[in-house]
């Protein structure tokens, strides 16, 4: 058995540069045909490949949450996500939740209820809930909060946050 | 990061024969800690082998009462499972006191036993490592180590394992199923996680050509009597301070049986056979409690930041077993602690 460890540590210029990757992805519903490093994450394919640039880069280590995604349904960080393992998925970001031209509801009730300062967090907010109304756990305010913990907001606009998303669930 | 190649595999040994050609190759399902930690520079893989795609995502009975978790099962999915929530609620509220939704979406049952320290000093390239960088030195013994071991640690490393699923893993006594070159072998969940040692650079007794196929639930679940008591600095989506996996079977006061596992204190889950049998045969009562942290305890050290651990550690178990006894097991959404 070998031991696992820290290894000998290669450096950058020693390795061949790989060729790029082909990827598909269905963004929105249409699909898109790239070619990527592996190395690039699903959130730096869709803002610098597909120019969709709705979706954010805050920390870009899984600890805030602007980068949240739908991946076939499910709410993920971007920013930990490399696209060459999403080959085939469904990509939905926050420009694919309105639908002829009319906002989606968490979108609708975002704005109703103020429910940010900034707009920095917003994107990652609103596809979080929308992947946690689907997973259907949340019922309460405190489980709302709870299951919204992945998604920091700097200018702490939460109260009106649970608030519209509260809406948005028809509470 | 780093250059790096980019494989899938297409099973299992597929994978265990690709780990094994390459010694600079890792594993990648969820990623949720290894792209960060290769953003960070801390792992330095020239090559990745996806093993996202593998057949291995599906929760099974045993046979014998027991569950077989398939080792890329998402932690959310695992959570929501409505068999462990029923047979085995004490993983499943571990689980959730565990990331976030997004984070345990992508990771997954057998990433989460390998997830690495969050050491301040393993992540910081800049400082010394026994950990990262083996015989460099251990920046946090005389450092910041509030967030630090304070049982089973060694003059080489005091870091902390991160798990909350680990915690409930080992009070349930799972088992890890795992291939090799060699074929696939059990190990059991105590002896999955190791203690640093003088090798504080292996975090568990995996060897680097082997895979996690899956994790056995044995049939005991405590379903009826348990807690998941976890305390941290803000009230989610951080790492524990100290967390208790409390688990009791009662004869009407009394209690036949007792499994209590500690997080946020070690390198590993921590478990102590004799602070098990000072529960077992005896009333459920605070004394009882009060006594069996003390000997779950007796060997903690604190450093310079993190003496308060302990006190801390004590009044955790002591109200998680309360919680466990009542048969009122913590909320993981009310966090009021009760």
Known sequence: MAETGTMARPHSDTIPAPAKIPVALIVNGTRKQLKVAPWTTLLDALRDHLDLTGTKKGCDHGQCGACTVLVDGRRVNSCLTLAVMKDGAEVTTIEGLAKDGALHPLQQAFIDHDAFQCGYCTPGQICSAAGMIAEGKAKTPDEIRELMSGNICRCAAYPNIVAAIQQAMGK | ?338
């Open chain 2, 1 to 338: 990061m780093i250059n790096f190649q980019y494989a899938r595999a297409n099973d299992v040994s597929d994978a265990v024969r690709q780990i094994a050609a390459d010694p600079g190759a890792k594993f990648i399902a969820g990623g949720t800690n290894l792209i960060d930690l290769m953003k960070e520079e801390v792992e330095r893989p020239t090559r990745l082998i996806d093993i996202s795609r593998l057949p291995l995502k599906t929760v099974e009975d045993t046979g014998d009462g027991g569950l077989r978790i398939g080792a890329l099962v998402p932690n959310s999915d695992l959570a929501w499972n409505p068999a462990i929530e029923q047979r085995y609620p004490l993983l499943s509220s571990a689980i959730l006191a565990g990331a976030s939704a997004q984070l345990r979406n992508m990771a997954s049952t057998g990433g989460n036993l390998l997830q690495r320290t969050r050491c301040y000093y393993f992540y910081d390239t800049a400082t010394p490592c026994n950990k990262r960088e083996p015989g460099s030195g251990c920046s946090a013994i005389n450092g910041v180590n509030r967030m630090h071991a304070v049982l089973g640690t060694s003059e080489a490393c005091i870091a902390v394992h991160p798990s909350d699923m680990c915690v409930a893993l080992a009070a349930l006594e799972a088992k890890v199923h795992v291939a090799g070159p060699s074929g696939e072998r059990t190990i059991a969940f105590a002896d999955f996680h190791r203690l640093p040692g003088d090798t504080p650079q292996r975090d568990s007794n995996l060897g680097a050509d082997e895979i996690i196929v899956a994790v056995e639930l044995p049939p005991r679940g405590f379903a009826a009597n348990y807690s998941y008591l976890k305390i941290r600095d803000r009230l989610s989506y951080a790492f524990a301070l100290v967390s208790v996996a409390a688990a009791l079977e009662l004869d009407g006061d009394s209690i036949k049986d007792a499994r209590l596992a500690l997080g946020g204190v070690a390198h590993k889950p921590w478990r102590d056979p004799e602070a098990e049998a000072a529960l077992r045969g005896q009333a459920a009562n605070p004394a009882t409690f009060e006594h069996a942290a003390g000997v779950l305890l007796r060997d903690a050290k604190g450093f310079a930041h993190n003496t308060f651990k302990i006190d801390l550690a004590h009044r955790t178990i002591v109200r998680a077993l309360t919680q466990a006894a009542k048969g009122t097991p913590q909320s993981q959404s009310d966090k009021k602690i009760r």
